[in-house]
């Protein structure tokens, strides 16, 4: 199962775009990258996933390398409400399900 | 309302004293999975089900059981709590196709004493 590194923490200025790192260099075929956030100690909640074209939905984009080794959250103009940790997972389809949560990166928009 | 719900929110029990965390999604997902969060450790699968009946290990089982009688639910049971299970818990389901997204419950904070 790929395994995904974040780094631990990062800063963005509110209004600016917040781009988030994930390394998943053992990915497999057809395993699919989600992200998700959590707020605090809340249940973590959906934002994006994609296989392997670039996807935007309203909350965020995702940007997936050519050879699928590494991808990048993009918030594009990030608020206070950013605020959050947040999870790259990747997730084989197969005859199990496993999605793999690592520890995430810690993202604070500041004013 | 499309949700996971879990109970108790909040718990302290003692050493030993059997107890039963409930988990119920309303969405006919087929599978769902306890995950548990400790600082600095991220979420940890406890168990998952991708079905009815159909039951299997995560990450970190010892020490806990679950079943899944029915689709709707997936209670995660601690026959005999220990203080090392002190933890946030979750629950989560989803549909098995290439793009079900997991849906979290609330949480279920647990001390055990």
């Known amino acids: 199962d790929a395994k995904t590194t974040q780094p631990p923490s990062m800063d963005c200025a509110e209004g600016r775009a917040a781009n988030l790192p994930c390394n998943h260099s053992?990915?497999?075929?057809?395993?699919?990258v989600y992200w998700y956030r959590q707020i605090h100690s809340q249940g973590p909640q959906y934002i994006i996933h994609?296989?392997?074209n670039n996807e935007t939905n309203e909350m965020a984009s995702l940007i997936i390398t050519e050879d699928r080794k590494s991808s990048t959250l993009i918030l594009p103009h990030a608020t206070l409400r950013d605020t959050a940790v947040y999870y790259c997972?990747?997730?084989?389809?197969?005859?199990?399900?496993?999605?793999?949560f690592g520890t995430g990166t810690r993202l604070k928009v500041l004013a | 309302e499309a949700q996971v719900t879990q109970n108790p929110r909040y718990l302290i029990t003692v050493t030993g004293k059997k107890l039963t965390v409930t988990c119920s999604q309303n969405?006919?997902?087929?599978?769902m999975s306890w995950y548990r969060q400790d600082p600095g450790l991220g979420l940890r699968q406890i168990y998952y089900?991708?079905?009815?009946?159909?039951?299997d290990k995560g990450d970190v089982p010892e020490g806990y059981k679950v079943s899944r009688k029915e689709k709707r639910n997936f209670p995660l049971i601690l026959e005999s709590p220990s203080p090392n299970q002190t933890s946030l818990y979750f629950c989560?389901?989803?549909?098995?196709?290439?793009?079900?997204?997991?849906?979290f419950g609330e949480g279920s904070r647990l001390t055990v004493l």
């Open positions: 989560a389901s989803s549909m098995t196709t290439p793009s079900g997204e997991l849906f």
């Open positions: 089900s991708m079905n009815v009946e159909v039951t």
């Open positions: 994609g296989l392997k």
């Open positions: 053992t990915i497999s075929g057809n395993e699919y």
């Open positions: 969405m006919n997902h087929e599978y």
């Open positions: 997972i990747v997730r084989a389809f197969s005859g199990t399900y496993k999605y793999i």
